[in-house]
């Protein structure tokens, strides 16, 4: 992986392969580029240039550790405009899964001169009261039990035993807070973003609810939504042909 040190001094780590029209892919919560989107990295680098960072705080990203502020997503666009200003690859699609979605469509918003294109999966551009509860029912992460081994393991093979309950702990408040202040994620700012935007959830999403995605595609100008059969919340695991063909085609269409 690449590295480099973003403005306030954190370490920013990326891969940055293949050639052609630019590609950001931003994870989601608890992962890492690889964890989340490497399938989605190995095919698409054989036709454009994936630039793919491990978030602040996550992974190679590291020191600081990671945490959560309540306008990280906020902080992570900002890194994200930060990386591309050094990179200059060009105006970039950017493609976003879960907490990554609703930071590439605050960049798009915040940084139209950036972004060409987004594909937001896993959104929802509020913070919904079932998030927030939800999320409260994670805690203490003592007690997880056989239901949540899977996570678990994933969160001590990515981030290491000792972040395990920071991360929880830390997102959980944070939402919470998020909740607090209205919900906005980045709903209010959704009518500034111009470029086209596809999103994209599983029809069976628990917490990003249907009405509230549906209410962020109407506010963007130009977006589009699809909701994909028998799939949760992690599309590129639970249909990834579908998620794929998808993504090409919108690719096709703004690269």
Same mark, same amino acid.
């Given at each position: 992986?690449?590295?480099?040190?973003?403005?306030?001094?954190?370490?920013?780590?990326?891969?940055?392969?293949?050639?052609?029209?630019?590609?950001? !892919?931003?994870?989601?919560?608890?992962?890492?580029?690889?964890?989340?989107?490497?399938?989605?990295?190995?095919?698409?680098?054989?036709?454009?240039?994936?630039? $793919?960072?491990?978030?602040?705080?996550?992974?190679?990203?590291?020191?600081?550790?990671?945490?959560?502020?309540?306008?990280?997503?906020?902080?992570?666009?900002?890194? !994200?405009?930060?990386?591309?200003?050094?990179?200059?690859?060009?105006?970039?699609?950017?493609?976003?899964?879960?907490?990554?979605?609703?930071?590439?469509?605050?960049?798009?918003?915040?940084?139209?001169?950036?972004?060409?294109?987004?594909?937001?999966?896993?959104?929802?551009?509020?913070?919904?009261?079932? !998030?927030?509860?939800?999320?409260?029912?994670?805690?203490?992460?003592?007690?997880?039990?056989?239901?949540?081994?899977?996570?678990? $393991?994933?969160?001590?093979?990515?981030?290491?035993?000792?972040?395990?309950?920071?991360?929880?702990?830390?997102?959980?408040? $944070?939402?919470?807070?998020?909740?607090?202040?209205?919900?906005?994620?980045?709903?209010?700012?959704?009518?500034?973003?111009?470029?086209?935007?596809?999103?994209?959830?599983?029809?069976?999403?628990?917490?990003?609810?249907?009405?509230?995605?549906?209410?962020?595609?109407?506010?963007?100008?130009?977006?589009?939504?699809?909701?994909?059969?028998?799939?949760?919340?992690?599309?590129?695991?639970?249909?990834?042909?579908?998620?794929?063909?998808?993504?090409?085609?919108?690719?096709?269409?703004?690269?």
């Amino acid at each position: 992986m690449h590295q480099t040190t973003l403005p306030d001094g954190a370490t920013l780590a990326y891969h940055d392969r293949g050639t052609g029209a630019a590609l950001l !892919m931003l994870h989601g919560f608890t992962g890492t580029a690889r964890s989340h989107l490497g399938s989605l990295i190995d095919d698409l680098s054989q036709h454009y240039r994936v630039i $793919a960072p491990d978030l602040r705080g996550y992974g190679m990203s590291r020191p600081p550790l990671r945490d959560f502020p309540p306008d990280f997503y906020q902080r992570d666009a900002s890194d !994200m405009a930060a990386l591309l200003d050094r990179l200059a690859p060009g105006p970039v699609v950017v493609l976003g899964f879960s907490d990554g979605a609703e930071s590439a469509l605050v960049l798009a918003a915040s940084r139209p001169d950036l972004v060409r294109g987004v594909v937001a999966w896993g959104v929802a551009g509020v913070i919904a009261p079932q !998030m927030a509860a939800a999320a409260q029912r994670w805690l203490p992460v003592s007690a997880w039990g056989a239901n949540r081994a899977a996570w678990r $393991a994933e969160i001590v093979a990515t981030q290491g035993e000792a972040m395990l309950e920071p991360l929880i702990s830390g997102w959980a408040a $944070a939402v919470a807070a998020i909740l607090a202040a209205g919900g906005n994620i980045v709903y209010d700012q959704a009518d500034q973003i111009r470029c086209p935007v596809l999103l994209i959830n599983g029809d069976g999403e628990v917490n990003n609810l249907p009405e509230d995605v549906r209410r962020l595609a109407a506010r963007i100008p130009n977006a589009r939504l699809t909701f994909v059969t028998q799939s949760g919340h992690s599309i590129q695991d639970d249909q990834p042909e579908v998620l794929l063909h998808l993504i090409r085609h919108f690719l096709e269409q703004v690269c």
